[in-house]
């Protein structure tokens, strides 16, 4: 009802389609049978999928555990391609998930929540979009992602460029034709890092403006065999089960052995193991404290960077894309296809821009140190404003008028992941200060969204209205993630999980590190114990 001023009362606003949407309005919809109302900024569902459609675009999750774990006769009935299936493919299934389920039918497109106020006579949320609509929704559920505002840095002159700009996350639906032009891309995060290989395939030249060197795992990407696929099928009870318990949301089987617990021949032996496993099994199924002892992460990122010198023919080159400032696993793991081999290519050059910073952006290309690389096409591989920066889009007002950004103008602050004070009603999935990011996120997702119509169903049953974040609870929540964070790797690099890749964010460590086992366990006990950390009310939660 674009330009209609007529408020539509409703039980839910779920906003955002992607994995966590989808998932949330079947669960209120169709098992609570709440009348609920998904919108959605894009013109169809898949949320990152939809956005991220740079070419090597695929997931790095493996892709049988990248997928939905509620609903036994879609995870028997739909078959991947390969182990990491690229952006077309995961697309496809998340739209094949909207159809099974008939999940676009309550939702707007093409539409952006602009504000959700929280109306203290009536206990309700006014949530009003771009489009015009007015709802008066009992509950908001924001799956608005963690990595769905793209950030392109403020390079002077950034707009006088008269080529071709792209933004990763934001990728023309059309594709780019790369043919026969010369490309910069800038960034060398996993995005960079996935388009890179083929964009040089593609280009007549590229160049490659990077900040940071990063440590890389090889995919070891194919295609899966039906066979093992199917053997994978029968057992995905005990592999589910196995990976909600785990701390990463895989089903791995984890080292409990210290890098320091073996000689040096074995260890070498046991990291080329994972290296030809390849994938987040490099992490999980060798040592268990690459995440915890500088020390033994020291000896891993010394052995990837051996294998960088190795595939790198030019040894300055090779130099140039070692990293040397922040210890392996610090920063989000690459699983990487081809990227340094691609080095080896005649038509691709390094810029390291440490060395050479970028000056400006001109009408016909970029000047770094006092060079001028003229381009037709820059490619923004500069990644997300995450975790906070889809919440900042929306003016967001819980109790007394308070607003969620003013409230987390020093750092976001929830009661696990999930609530934040002042904000009856209003539910984050993978909020900040839940595992989110620092997981396999579907397992997260669909831990986030029970735990909702959890919470939904226990108010119906008792005949209550509200409920909201004790701030005592939430106090310490933020200090027990915190504390989880500080012995990590995590500390020791500048990345955006501390908010350091945007200009002005605060330090701050914002996904939960202690493991999505160890995350579910909190959940399941705050349950038990009748939602400790929350005051749940049958009228006005002031009174
Ligand atoms: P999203 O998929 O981000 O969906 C959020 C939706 O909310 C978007 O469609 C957005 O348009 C919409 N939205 C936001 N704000 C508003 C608003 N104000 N109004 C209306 N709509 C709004 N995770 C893994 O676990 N494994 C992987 O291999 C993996 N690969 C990734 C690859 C890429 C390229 C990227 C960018 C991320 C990847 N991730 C991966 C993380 C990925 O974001 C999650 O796995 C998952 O897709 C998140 O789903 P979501 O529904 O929570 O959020
Ligand atoms: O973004 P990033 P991304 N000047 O922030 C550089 C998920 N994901 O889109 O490292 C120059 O990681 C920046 O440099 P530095 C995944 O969770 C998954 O690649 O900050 N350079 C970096 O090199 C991932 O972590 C997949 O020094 C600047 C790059 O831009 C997350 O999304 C694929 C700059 C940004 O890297 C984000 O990934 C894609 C500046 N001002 C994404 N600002 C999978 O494979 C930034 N950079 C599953």
Same mark, same amino acid.
């Not at 894009?42 to 898949?46: I, P």
């Not at 608005?144 to 769905?148: E, Q, V």
């Not at 390079?155 to 460029?161: K, M, P, S, V, W």
């Not at 993978?430 to 595992?435: C, D, E, L, W, Y």
């Given at each position: 009802m674009p330009g209609s001023t007529k408020v539509r009362e409703l039980d839910a606003v779920v906003i955002g389609a992607g994995f966590s949407g989808l998932f949330m309005n079947h669960r209120l919809?169709?098992? =609570?049978?709440l009348d609920v109302q998904v919108i959605e900024a894009?013109?169809?569902?898949?949320g990152t999928w939809y956005w991220?459609?740079?070419?090597?675009?695929? #997931?790095?999750?493996?892709a049988y555990m990248y997928c *939905?774990? &509620?609903d036994r006769d879609l995870m028997q009935q739909w078959e991947w391609s390969g182990k990491y299936p690229e952006q077309p493919e995961i697309l496809r299934y998340l739209g094949h998930v909207a159809d099974r389920f008939d999940l676009r039918r309550n939702t707007s497109f093409n539409t952006r929540v602009r504000s959700a106020h929280f109306h203290e006579e009536s206990n309700r949320w006014d949530v009003e979009t771009d489009a015009g609509e007015r709802y008066r929704s009992r509950f908001v559920i924001t799956a608005? !992602? #963690? =990595?769905?505002t793209g950030q392109i840095p403020? &390079?002077?002159?950034?707009?006088? *460029?008269t080529g071709e700009a792209y933004h990763t996350g934001a990728w023309p639906h059309e594709g780019v034709d790369f043919a026969g032009k010369k490309v910069a891309v800038i960034g060398t995060g996993s995005s960079g890092v996935q388009s890179i290989p083929v964009i040089a395939r593609q280009a007549d030249h590229l160049t490659v403006f990077q900040r940071t060197p990063q440590y890389m795992i090889p995919a070891r990407h194919g295609n899966v065999d039906k066979a093992v696929l199917d053997e994978i099928k029968k057992e995905y009870d005990t592999i589910y089960d196995k990976a909600r318990h785990s701390t990463g949301g895989f089903p791995y089987d984890v080292q409990?052995?210290?890098? *320091?617990?073996?000689?040096d021949a074995e260890r070498r032996r046991i990291l080329e193991e994972g290296w030809e496993m390849g994938g987040f099994k490099f992490m999980f199924s060798t040592f268990s404290d690459l995440r915890t002892s500088l020390t033994a992460s020291e000896l891993a990122g010394e052995f990837i960077r051996g294998k960088i010198r190795e595939t790198v023919n030019d040894p300055e080159l090779a130099q140039k894309l070692l990293p040397l400032d922040h210890p392996f696993g610090s920063k989000r793991i690459l699983i990487d296809t081809d990227y340094f081999e691609t080095?080896?290519?005649?038509n691709v050059e390094l810029v390291d821009i440490n060395a050479e910073p970028i000056v400006e952006i001109t009408e016909t290309g970029i000047t770094a140190g006092d060079t001028h690389h003229d381009v037709d096409v820059i490619v923004?591989?500069? !990644?997300?404003?995450?975790?906070?920066g889809s919440f900042n889009r929306i003016d967001i007002r819980g109790l007394d008028g308070q607003r969620l950004k003013d409230k987390w103008a020093a750092g976001p602050r929830t009661y696990l992941g999930l609530t934040s004070a002042g904000f009856p009603n209003l539910f984050m999935i993978?909020?900040?200060?839940?595992?989110s990011v620092l997981s396999n996120m579907p397992i997260s997702i669909e831990q986030h969204v029970e735990m909702i119509s959890g919470i939904v169903s226990h108010l119906d049953r008792n005949e209550l209205e509200l409920i909201e974040a004790e701030v005592r609870a939430e106090d310490a929540w933020v200090e027990h993630v915190n504390e989880v964070a500080?012995?990590?790797? &995590?500390?020791h690099a500048n990345s955006w999980y501390l908010?350091?890749?945007?200009?002005?964010?605060?330090?701050v460590f914002m996904?939960?590190?202690? !493991?999505v086992g160890a995350y579910r366990q909190h959940c399941d006990k705050v349950v038990a114990n009748g939602y400790e950390g929350f005051t749940l009310s049958p009228g006005s939660v002031k009174a």
């Open positions: 919809r169709d098992t =609570l049978g894009g013109s169809d569902v898949g991220n459609r740079y070419p090597g675009a695929r #997931c790095d999750s493996e *939905f774990g &509620f608005i !992602g #963690c =990595l769905s403020d &390079f002077r002159g950034r707009d006088t *460029f409990d052995r210290s890098a *320091f617990d073996v000689e080095y080896n290519r005649d923004y591989a500069t !990644g997300f404003d995450a975790m906070t993978t909020g900040p200060g839940s595992p500080e012995p990590t790797m &995590f500390m908010g350091a890749n945007i200009p002005g964010k605060p330090r996904p939960y590190a202690g !493991g």
